[in-house]
């Protein structure tokens, strides 16, 4: 299983960063890719650790062409992608809907859909051009309990979660599966901004969330599904 070649966006931080990690123990190659170079850079020194080849690319996913031109140099140098998870994401605070401030909106759009549209869009002749290719991203399940102020976010990760299942759908015949991971509450920086002086206990660590997504990854036959962890 050494041979994997790998991407992981948000690979600096809270989940994208213990993937690469855990990841990293089975692939023998991986792009870890997030804006903070020095956190990547923490990173990559743990990766190597483990005996596999790094590659950190500082890169803002929602600038114009950032997507479009790492796919080209991946493809150039690899011309395959086995697994590719998209971790980074984001919400910067709760509001009722007729309080929510466009521009915040619109970050949460970029970031949290668009840049995995044009991920998907992108690095689908690498990943169809692996044996065995994997499509995943972090996002959040439809739930009674986000009812009230998650306006910004939730419509957002829904529409998220129905364009994966399409693509998984669409490639029924090809190489590549893809799902959608939903860990219901993660102790990470992002969900620190939303709920702060929550009890830490009471939720499940990054690490641990990120050796289960590695785990079905690498194991699973499941194409189209939302996995609740």
């Known amino acids: 299983m050494k041979d994997l070649n790998c991407l992981v966006t948000g690979a600096s931080t809270g989940i994208g960063k213990h993937i690469s990690i855990e990841l990293s123990k089975f692939a023998k190659h991986i792009y ?24 950190i ?35 910067f605070s709760l509001s009722p809907i007729d309080s929510i401030n466009l521009t915040e909106f619109q970050n949460i759009l970029d970031l949290n859909y668009l840049a995995n549209f044009r991920l998907m869009k992108n690095f ?42 399409m693509y998984a759908n669409e490639n029924i015949n090809t190489s590549i599966k893809a ?7 993660v102790d990470t920086r992002v969900r620190e901004n939303i709920m702060p002086g929550e009890n830490k206990q009471e939720i499940k660590s990054a690490k641990i969330v990120a050796k289960e997504i590695v785990q079905v990854i690498l194991n699973t036959k499941k194409n189209g599904e939302i996995i609740e962890l």
Not at 131 to 147: E, L
Request: glycine letters at 2%; proline letters at 4%; hydrophobic letters at 35%.
């Open 179 to 185: 799902n959608v991971f939903c860990p219901s509450a």
């Open 57 to 91: 690319v500082p890169l803002d996913l929602c600038e114009n062409s950032s997507i479009e031109n790492l796919s080209l140099e991946v493809f150039k140098k690899d011309k395959s992608l086995d697994i590719l998870i998209s971790s980074a994401g984001g919400i």
């Open 124 to 165: 689908h002749p690498l990943l169809k051009n692996s044996k065995n290719s994997h499509f995943a991203t972090i996002s959040s399940v439809n739930s009674s309990k986000k009812s009230h102020y998650w306006g910004v976010y939730q419509p957002v990760m829904t529409a998220l979660n129905e364009l994966v299942r």
């Open 32 to 55: 870890i890719t997030a804006r903070n170079l020095k956190k990547l850079e923490n990173v990559y020194d743990k990766i190597i650790q483990n005996n596999c080849n790094c590659t």
